[in-house]
């Protein structure tokens, strides 16, 4: 299930310029809103508020922007109506792809991503075609580190490194885990090791609070679309499908991308 977290690589671009920046922070908000309008504005409560907060609080997006989205959730002054809507794409070498996207015009979007898909070589496919692919997971990305509280008033708590095979046999004791891999995790300035974690879609909000009680580093979670069976391309298409993946995620409408193309 390695790298298919779309959040890791936001926090890598999120320096990369303010127009990116502020693209990100409203894709963000936009997710605060539509979780709150689906689950209520408390995150203890609303399991998809609360991956939403993490998501902007990890790329620094200001307290007060998410407040404000919140807001308009619970009922603000805010007119617009934004739903989300998935829409699915094939091309001809076995690529396919699911497409989630938060819109107030549901014409426009269709219409564009018409247009990115087709400058892609790729072109809409009918509902279901290819979600059946898919399944929905919960992520859970771990890094081998336990918190240790100070020894001494005023000192600071740190994380202390712990082997894999302790981290192991305490999250299979965890019920809802379906697999942990072991991968390499890249932050904006570091690569290290981590523990990826996979959990059924049920059971994501149990785990991930059992893990957080076990006070391992949890450096990322989300749920995420991944693909029964991967298609492997040349070289040459690869880029071309990593080319469409990068102008799709960059529609305004776009929230996340999901491919069955290995390397992505």
């Known amino acids: 299930m390695s790298g298919h977290s779309k959040w890791a690589k936001i926090k890598r671009q999120k320096g990369a310029n303010d127009v990116k920046k502020g693209m990100i922070f409203t894709k963000l908000a936009r997710n605060i809103t539509l979780a709150v309008k689906e689950g209520g504005g408390d995150p203890d409560m609303n399991?998809?508020?609360r991956i939403s907060i993490d998501k902007a609080k990890a790329v620094n997006m200001p307290s007060d922007n998410i407040e404000r989205s919140i807001k308009k959730g619970l009922g603000g002054d805010d007119k617009t109506q934004f739903q989300k809507i998935s829409y699915e794409a094939i091309k001809g070498n076995g690529a396919a792809l699911i497409?989630?996207?938060q819109t107030d015009n549901t014409n426009r979007t269709v219409s564009e991503l018409k247009k990115i898909l087709e400058m892609g070589g790729a072109k809409l496919a009918s509902v279901g075609s290819v979600s059946w692919q898919f399944e929905e997971l919960g992520s859970i990305i771990l890094k081998p580190?336990?918190?240790?509280k100070a020894q001494k008033f005023g000192g600071e708590d740190e994380y202390i490194p712990v082997s894999i095979e302790e981290i192991e046999m305490e999250l299979l004791e965890i019920e809802g885990i379906l697999d942990i891999e072991e991968t390499m995790h890249q932050d904006e300035?570091?690569?290290y090791k981590v523990l990826e974690i996979s959990t059924s879609?049920?059971?994501?909000a149990i785990a991930l609070k059992k893990i957080e009680k076990l006070q391992y580093k949890i450096?990322?979670?989300e749920l995420v679309?991944?693909?029964k069976d991967q298609v492997v391309l040349t070289?040459?298409?690869l880029e071309k499908i990593e080319s469409l993946v990068s102008n799709l995620e960059d529609h305004d409408d776009v929230d996340s991308v999901w491919s069955n193309v290995k390397g992505i």
């Open 47 to 49: 399991f998809a508020l």
């Open 99 to 101: 497409i989630d996207c």
């Open 145 to 148: 580190a336990r918190l240790q």
């Open 189 to 191: 300035d570091s690569e």
């Open 201 to 204: 879609k049920n059971d994501f």
């Open 219 to 221: 450096v990322d979670y």
């Open 225 to 227: 679309k991944i693909a």
């Open 235 to 237: 070289d040459s298409d």
